[in-house]
């Protein structure tokens, strides 16, 4: 080999080694990035749209986390979500709901997500989100859409009768009966009973608006048993609405038929959680402006709007990781949640999600939302009134999966199904229900 | 016409000679043949055991125990979650519930299958694009028929129930799906709308291997329509039938789905049946004991119908 072959020979070597070198310093950088997965549970493309703007905006500035995420359906939820855990992968971060947040915890895969809420402000959310969320003095979960659930009626048809409306239970009835005609095809009130979910949340909200609870708030206690009196009080009432007023198949209804029903002019009152008004604007939008809100009443009126309601919110999760995906997790909440990205979040269902964070429904972007400006009396009324005195079942005192069982067990809709169609009396149905809590707790608290 | 017998083939030099060779195989477990043709099985054996012999063994274990899934503990109970759930008007209302759902599934889906393959059997143009039409339910996605029937059945829009009003067996602006009594046939309607064309598809076949020559005699000797029907055609029919009930019972009763996405096993249980009160016990409630309990109890049951259907109908038929 002659001297000027060696040196080429050194050359290519000296290159090849700083190819090798870059090549390699590029692949450390590659593998460093941080991959965290994000499951969410929204189920409208426009919030799915909203989410993949914002984390690509943040993996924008943050290259090193990759964010992978996946829409799980309402309906199986639990079977992946219980498949993950056994499996040691469940998400990063996941935007759920209560009682997912519940089992995830007692599951013992959470992250408390406290120094997120603190470097925030804790005091800008709605306290009684984050008290669902909360047990052993930390909080699993962080709030992101507030939802609410109220009275949605027809401002038209009160105001042709000369209804105003009704502050307790016996003048809701009378308003109900007073506008409802079948023989027109009119009833007074959509009272939506369906066996999955829905059935539960409607008995909810009268339960909670008599003051029973499953947990006493105070006491922190089981505390149905001593309040099967109000329970049973609630039902009769509820069941007296329902066969005074509503049609027939609401015993069956889940949230799209009495939406329509509602959109379609066929119930002039129904329990809604908002998303009725995002449905009238596509297929009946000359009735926005005849659609008002007030919030469910009490037995009596002198307590109006009463100290409590059925309620819903969604949250975000951190599960355990190692450390790095713990903080690239906690980083991108702490993107998601200035009050812009919470509000244009609340936005992409206006009226149905609320920001549950004071600056974020103030801000200018929550409430230029043409719909937001459009009932902004109602909401600014949700957001004080309601939205303060939510309740969920088996939250009330804070976290418990007995939450997700009371959910997915069906038993409060069953129970009100049963008084309807199989003669149950109310006592006997709310004693059934009491038996079936003390099953479910008994499961978990022994 | 000579038989395939052993006799025959021993009869003919060339099948004597092929004849031999499975004598071999027979020995199987000779060190070199039979290690490789265990070879051949081990893919075959290990997807059965990984896929079916380990869940069911799983089962049966998990029935056994008092498994606590939020706490993660386990301990064993022996026969107590079979004794509680023999003892448990849930469990044999959702049976109940369970056997109007399958009898009354397969009987619609035999009939109707029935009565669409002899449709296809006759005579006419355009036969081949009405199977494929009549197909189409099998085809569609459990969530699409689901939807599509509940739209059908609604109180306030739905074209059967306004059918059903009209012949007066449903009240006005109302729906099956809301009432006790009418929610299960309803359901079931559903159900054989969507599996009856496997018993159509099974049954045109069948039909079409019946001899034209024996239509042709029956009708010489001045048979008519109902007796070649009744004397040719079902004789034929007996063997598939048999097979068709136990494959489709089978079916109908382990069937979660379509009748949970119609009625979530509502309302106030009238259309809970065994899989939607397992799928409840062990997503809604974590007692998958229990849960398993019922997966057993339902297996027994359906291991039992079967064992009924052949007793009455003679094993050789199946």
């Known amino acids: 080999m002659t001297t000027r072959q060696r040196r080429q020979l050194r050359m290519c070597l000296l290159t090849s080694a700083v190819a090798v070198a870059f090549l390699a310093g590029s692949v450390s950088v590659v593998v460093a990035a941080t991959e965290i997965t994000l499951w969410t549970m929204r189920t409208v493309e426009a919030q799915m749209a909203n989410l993949r703007e914002d984390v690509g905006e943040f993996e924008k500035q943050h290259p090193d986390i990759k964010v992978t995420i996946e829409a799980v359906p309402f309906n199986v939820v639990y079977p992946k979500l219980a498949a993950a855990i056994q499996a040691g992968t469940p998400p990063n971060l996941f935007n759920n709901i209560e009682a997912m947040v519940a089992f995830m915890h007692t599951k013992g895969v959470l992250e408390p997500v406290d120094d997120v809420i603190d470097g925030l402000g ?132 889940s949230w799209g038929e009495y939406r329509t029903a509602f959109v379609k002019e066929k119930v002039a009152m129904t329990f809604e959680w908002g998303a009725v008004v995002g449905q009238a604007s596509t297929e009946n939008a000359a009735l926005l402006d005849k659609i008002g809100i007030f919030p469910f009443p009490g037995p009596d009126a002198s307590d109006y709007p009463p100290k409590g309601n059925f309620g819903g919110a969604y949250f975000f999760t951190v599960s355990k990781a190692d450390p790095a995906k713990v903080e690239a997790s906690k980083k991108l909440l702490r993107f998601l949640w200035t ?88 006592e006997r149905a709310v004693d059934w229900i009491d038996s079936q809590l003390q099953v479910m707790r008994a499961y978990f608290e022994k | 016409m000579p038989s395939d017998t052993t006799e025959s083939a021993v009869q003919q030099p060339g099948r004597a000679a092929l004849g031999a060779r499975p004598r071999v195989r027979r020995g199987g477990w000779s060190p070199n043949g039979g290690r490789l043709g265990v070879l051949f099985l081990l893919p075959t054996l290990a997807f059965l055991v990984v896929l079916v012999a380990y869940p069911v063994a799983y089962n049966v274990y998990l029935s056994f125990q008092d498994y606590n899934y939020l706490l993660g503990t386990s301990r064993f109970v022996g026969l107590q979650h079979y004794v509680q759930l023999l003892h448990d008007p849930v469990f044999w209302r959702s049976l109940g519930n369970n056997l109007v759902w399958t009898f009354g599934g397969v009987g619609g889906q ?87 064309p496997f018993a159509m598809i099974v049954y045109w076949a069948t039909l079409r291997g019946i001899p034209t020559e024996e239509y042709e005699a029956a009708r ?31 079916w109908m009763f382990n069937y979660f789905d379509l009748l949970y996405l119609l009625t979530k096993g509502g309302p106030a249980g009238a259309t809970q049946h065994l899989p939607i009160l397992v799928y409840i016990t062990s997503f809604g409630l974590f007692r998958f004991g229990e849960a398993a309990a019922i997966a057993g109890l339902m297996a027994v049951t359906a291991g039992l119908i079967i064992v009924l259907y052949v007793k009455v109908h003679g094993p050789g038929e199946l």
Not at chain 1, 218 to 227: E, H, L, Q
Not at chain 2, 221 to 237: M, N, V
Request: proline share 7%.
């Open chain 1, 339 to 426: 009050p812009d990205r919470l509000a244009k979040r609340a936005n992409t269902r206006p009226v149905f999600a609320i920001p549950p964070v004071k600056t974020a429904f103030e801000s200018a972007t929550y409430q230029n939302h043409p719909m937001v400006k459009r009932f902004a009396p109602e909401l600014r009324m949700i957001f004080r009134d309601v939205m303060p005195y939510e309740q969920r079942h088996g939250l009330e005192a804070g976290l418990s999966p007995l939450a997700g069982q009371i959910e997915s067990s069906y038993v409060f809709a069953d129970a009100v199904q049963n008084v309807i169609l199989r003669n149950w009396t109310p």
């Open chain 2, 220 to 250: 010489v000797d001045g048979a008519g329509g109902w007796q070649e029907f009744w004397s040719i055609t079902l004789p034929h029919l007996k063997h598939i039938t048999l097979v068709l009930v136990v494959l489709r019972t089978l």
């Open chain 1, 122 to 253: 804790r005091e800008q959310f709605t306290k009684k989100y984050l008290e669902w969320v909360t047990v052993g003095a930390k909080t699993w979960g962080i709030p992101d859409w507030a939802l609410h659930q109220a009275v949605y009626y027809r401002k038209d048809l009160f105001a042709q009768k000369k209804l105003s409306v009704p502050k307790s239970w016996r003048e809701l009835l009378d308003v109900a009966k007073a506008l409802n005609n079948p023989k027109d095809g009119m009833y007074g009130m959509g009272v939506p009973l369906g066996r999955e979910f829905v059935g539960q949340q409607t008995f909810g909200e009268v339960m909670y608006s008599a003051g029973a609870y499953v947990y006493d708030p105070v006491t922190r206690k089981y505390a149905f048993d001593k309040n099967k009196d109000r329970a049973a009080r609630a039902l009769t009432f509820l069941v007296e609405l329902y066969k005074a007023s509503s049609p027939p198949a609401s015993i069956d209804w």
């Open chain 2, 110 to 196: 035999l009939l109707l299958g029935l009565a669409a393959a002899m449709l296809l059997d006759g005579p006419g143009r355009g036969m081949a694009l009405v199977r494929t039409l009549l197909l189409i339910p099998y085809v569609v996605p459990a969530i699409a028929t689901a939807i599509t029937w509940r739209w059908m059945f609604n109180d306030f829009y739905g074209i059967l129930s306004f059918l059903l009003t009209g012949v007066g067996l449903l009240p006005a602006q109302t729906s099956p799906f809301a009432s006790v009594e009418l929610a299960m046939p309803a359901a079931i309607c559903v159900g054989i709308w969507r599996g009856f």
